[in-house]
């Protein structure tokens, strides 16, 4: 079955501790996105990348990293710097042609204490 | 700035009967719409979308509407079920963007009460 892969769904850090979220799609997707959610909110955009090894900041990437060395993988790490980092994770992917539906992952939830 | 705004939080329905869920955006170069359907602890999945050159489009009991002078889209469900109960979102992207840079309304939670 194709589909996007996060893990793990619940992850606990303590503050300063950078930590990485995983993100695998076996779709054969060109583009794969990060998403944050919290509550009462929508989806925000962290990075974005629509080729291997090219990436793009979102709206909101200040305090986050990312790397796309495979087609299929697209890992997340939030840093140190990021004030607010307890926030539920949304990774999604689509083809490149224009108004290609986004399929997403699970989530994996982020606590940092 | 919001520039899509869901401005309901909740709604809720009975069974059988019609849901309206209600977005409006402030961009006017947004010129494709979708919606979104999520499960709590679950990734959102796509229900619907429309393009600005159309004002309605129908998919079994989803039909969302598109008044582009209003800058206002609407989905509706009928029958609504209880299995429809969610947090919907209304999501846009702009003129040459890929579907992925959307930006997303905070959703709308649906209820639908057997």
């Known amino acids: 079955d194709g589909g996007i892969t996060q893990s793990p769904k619940y992850l606990f850090r303590k503050e300063g501790q950078n930590v990485t979220l995983s993100c695998e799609q076996n779709l054969n997707h060109d583009a794969m996105y990060w998403y944050r959610q919290d509550p009462g909110q929508g989806l925000r955009l962290i990075y974005y990348?629509?080729?291997?090894?090219?990436?793009q900041k979102g709206d909101i990437a200040e305090g986050y990293s990312v790397s796309r060395e495979k087609k299929e993988s697209f890992p997340l790490t939030v840093t140190s710097a990021q004030k607010n980092p307890t926030a539920f994770y949304l990774c999604a992917s689509c083809q490149s042609s224009y108004n290609s539906p986004l399929h997403f992952g699970n989530g994996t939830r982020l606590t940092v204490t | 700035d919001q520039q899509v705004k869901q401005n309901s939080p909740s709604l809720s329905v009975q069974e059988g009967r019609i849901s309206i869920l209600n977005c409006d955006y402030t961009?006017?170069?947004?010129?494709?719409f979708l919606w979104y359907k999520k499960y709590p602890a679950e990734g959102p999945t796509f229900l619907i979308s429309?393009?600005?050159?159309?004002d309605k489009n129908e998919d079994g009991r989803f039909t969302v509407f598109l008044n582009k002078s209003a800058k206002h889209l609407s989905l509706h469900i009928v029958p609504s079920q209880p299995g429809d109960s969610a947090v919907y979102f209304c999501a846009a992207s702009k003129t040459g963007g890929s579907q992925g840079n959307l930006i997303f309304g905070k959703g709308t939670k649906l209820s639908v009460k057997p």
């Open positions: 429309i393009s600005s050159i159309k």
């Open positions: 961009n006017s170069m947004f010129d494709y």
């Open positions: 990348s629509q080729i291997v090894n090219d990436f």
